[in-house]
């Protein structure tokens, strides 16, 4: 059902070489991972695997951690094992053989291969939500979905199917439950389950000797089609609350819930939930051919690019809930989590497999360098919960949190990312992300090489491309044009060629014979951003952006202020030792300070101190009076908005370069 869909390159097959993201990879495997495993294995002073060893001593009443704690590690556990599939490393993976011995324990403690901690030691009785339980609280579901996923990937980069077999009978444990009558009614309260179930179900589709596997080692008989039939189930069903036995019955919006997808228009509710169930919603959508899920994941992501999203691709713009807030509602101290970034990230990736259209990856990007890399600190120790686009100097990133879940999501998102580097199809190879990289792709059962070198992105827009085949081949490379590069030039030996544009994809169709260079360069100019004028918080400001990278002003270069009113001056690149040297821009306020602007992912790494992304242009356009205006969501007025001559100027569009009204 793939054919006519882009696939991902794996792991095994995709490098990333040198440069800005080989070295963040870098510190991830290296000093996060192991940073979080010891933090998880410190927590609440028993550490997260007690809970397991207590379920296999029978012990109830307590618990370490929340109920998504289960969840957590084995987010852990799937970041872990792409790391080691790219890079081995025994430590690691006999950690995880430590934790999977554990869980298998826990595990065989329930006939039905159910597991979840939380539910098994304080609240036996309410297993799935039931008999007045509540499913939005205990996790169950998403839990065995976190479970399914780590012990796919673990079995990808291993080989190994210790950990698969409890992902594989929690599985089957839903499996047997949920589904159409006289099963029963229970759909996820936190997506994520489904794309994990069709990930199962792709691992039996593309590896038949799995199931001689899994017969011989744990006399387990799988119909791996029941994996895409339940996923398949929970997309259908939500928003049909009768006979739900779970509770509540009725989830709402909160949960995507509210009513059936296919009704769905708008994005709402808890942002990480929503955006997990749109990548589930899109990945069940292409794995059954179903144009009415991929329709309606399409229809909502629309309402989000364009009024939903905030200039660093941040989502989930209200602390209440951590919710979606209504269209152009995006408040500069806006929630914008860590996690949801990754979900709009991951459901990003799945639309472009769909659809092919450089507007996902743009997103993509924009959420990668500038919502989820400010996750991180530069030494690779300290987390945001939250993104806010302004402080007052009181946020400050933690080492640790009573609720991390965002470590978990940031290493698995930063483990996969490879993977989104580059796809396929039957005839074309895709490059998405501009990134020195290299992969091997399988076209007409000959090998191709691509290799991204050379490049110093995004610092630079200037890389090469090398394509290396071993045979004639005839076929497309579509290469993304940036949502921030107006102009770029494609050279081949040393001549400019003309490039079809489809979707946002520079299109090089011809026949490919031993190593062809091609050089590619994109402009990066420096860009002052303003938001459409429902965007009440930004009325009268610009952000400034270079490249994909967003730029912010922190009070430590700034003793003067973050939040004055910027001169109509030349921005000047200029380059600045922060943790490394890197480009930052200056100009001035109209009272003649020089005001110096720095990447925003690298904010709050010189301590605490206020911060500012969106800046006031000038004093007739964005003085204090109209700012104090325009700080309600509701404060819009024909009155106010009859200062644009042209509202249709802004059809489909939520931001575009800053036009000087002066001029």
Not at 401 to 412: G, R
Request: hydrophobic share 35%; glycine share 6%.
């Amino acid at each position: 059902m793939r054919n006519h869909y882009l696939k991902r390159v794996s792991l095994k097959n995709v490098e990333l070489t040198e440069g800005f993201w080989k070295q963040q990879l870098d510190k991830i495997s290296q000093v996060t991972a192991r940073d979080i495993l010891e933090k998880f294995e410190n927590d609440h002073e028993e550490g997260i695997m007690k809970n397991f060893e207590w379920v296999v001593e029978g012990k109830t009443g307590e618990h370490v951690g929340p109920p998504w704690y289960d969840g957590l590690i084995y987010e852990v556990i799937r970041g872990i094992s792409d790391i080691i599939s790219q890079n081995y490393d025994e430590t690691l993976d006999l950690k995880i053989e430590e934790y999977t011995k554990k869980i298998s324990a826990a595990q065989n403690i329930d006939p039905d291969g159910y597991i979840n901690t939380y539910t098994t030691l304080i609240c036996p009785n309410n297993k799935w939500g039931e008999n007045g339980g509540s499913l939005i609280w205990q996790h169950d579901i998403y839990n065995i979905g976190c479970l399914v996923e780590a012990g796919v990937h673990y079995y990808l980069a291993t080989g190994k199917i210790n950990l698969l077999s409890c992902s594989i009978k929690a599985a089957m444990g839903m499996v047997n439950v949920m589904g159409e009558h006289p099963k029963k009614n229970i759909v996820p309260a936190h997506s994520l389950p489904e794309e994990a179930l069709v990930k199962l179900y792709y691992l039996f589709e593309d590896d038949e000797m799995l199931y001689s596997q899994m017969k011989e080692a744990y006399n387990l008989e799988i119909d791996h089609n029941q994996f895409l039939d339940l996923a398949t189930f929970w997309m259908n069903n939500r928003g049909v609350h009768h006979n739900r036995t779970s509770y509540p019955p009725y989830m709402g919006e909160y949960a995507q819930d509210h009513c059936k997808v296919e009704d769905q228009c708008e994005a709402v509710g808890h942002a990480v939930r929503a955006s997990l169930m749109y990548t589930g919603l899109t990945s069940v959508g292409m794995a059954q051919n179903n144009e009415k899920f991929l329709k309606a994941s399409h229809k909502i992501w629309n309402n989000v690019e364009k009024t939903k999203l905030h200039i660093s691709g941040g989502i989930g713009a209200i602390h209440n809930e951590e919710r979606f807030g209504f269209q152009y509602e995006l408040p500069n101290n806006a929630y914008l989590e860590t996690c949801a970034g990754v979900g709009l990230a991951f459901w990003a990736g799945e639309l472009n497999l769909a659809y092919e259209d450089s507007k996902f990856m743009d997103v993509f990007e924009r959420a990668m360098y500038n919502n989820i890399l400010p996750g991180l600190s530069v030494d690779g120790t300290h987390y945001f919960y939250e993104n806010p686009l302004i402080s007052e100097g009181d946020i400050e990133r933690w080492s640790w949190h009573s609720c991390p879940c965002c470590p978990p999501m940031y290493l698995k998102f930063m483990a996969a990312l490879p993977t989104f580097i580059y796809t396929y199809k039957k005839d074309e190879i895709v490059l998405n992300l501009h990134m020195n990289s290299k992969a091997k792709i399988i076209l007409s059962e000959h090998q191709i090489v691509v290799e991204q070198k050379d490049g110093n992105i995004p610092w630079s827009g200037n890389s090469t491309v090398v394509v290396t085949t071993e045979h004639p081949e005839v076929f497309t490379l579509s290469i993304r044009k940036p949502e921030w590069a107006k102009e770029y030039k494609v050279i081949i030996d040393n001549e400019a060629i003309e490039t079809e544009e489809v979707s946002g994809f520079i299109k090089i169709s011809r026949q490919w014979n031993g190593e062809t260079k091609i050089r590619l360069e994109l402009s990066m100019p420096v860009t002052k951003i303003e938001a459409h004028p429902y965007v009440s918080a930004d009325t009268g400001k610009v952000a400034l952006q270079r490249g994909p990278i967003l730029y912010c002003f922190e009070e430590v270069d700034n003793p003067q202020g973050v939040d004055s009113v910027l001169s109509t001056e030349e921005l000047e690149v200029f380059e600045k030792d922060i943790y490394g040297t890197v480009p930052c821009l200056k100009t001035s306020f109209v009272d003649g300070s020089e005001v110096v602007a720095i990447p925003y992912y690298l904010w709050n790494n010189r301590g605490k101190g206020k911060m500012n992304v969106w800046i006031r242009q000038d004093e007739k356009i964005g003085s204090q009076e109209r700012r104090e205006e325009n700080t309600s969501f509701a404060a819009h007025s024909l009155g106010q908005m009859a200062e644009y001559e042209d509202m249709n100027e802004w059809e489909n569009i939520l931001y575009r370069e800053w036009k000087n009204p002066n001029q």
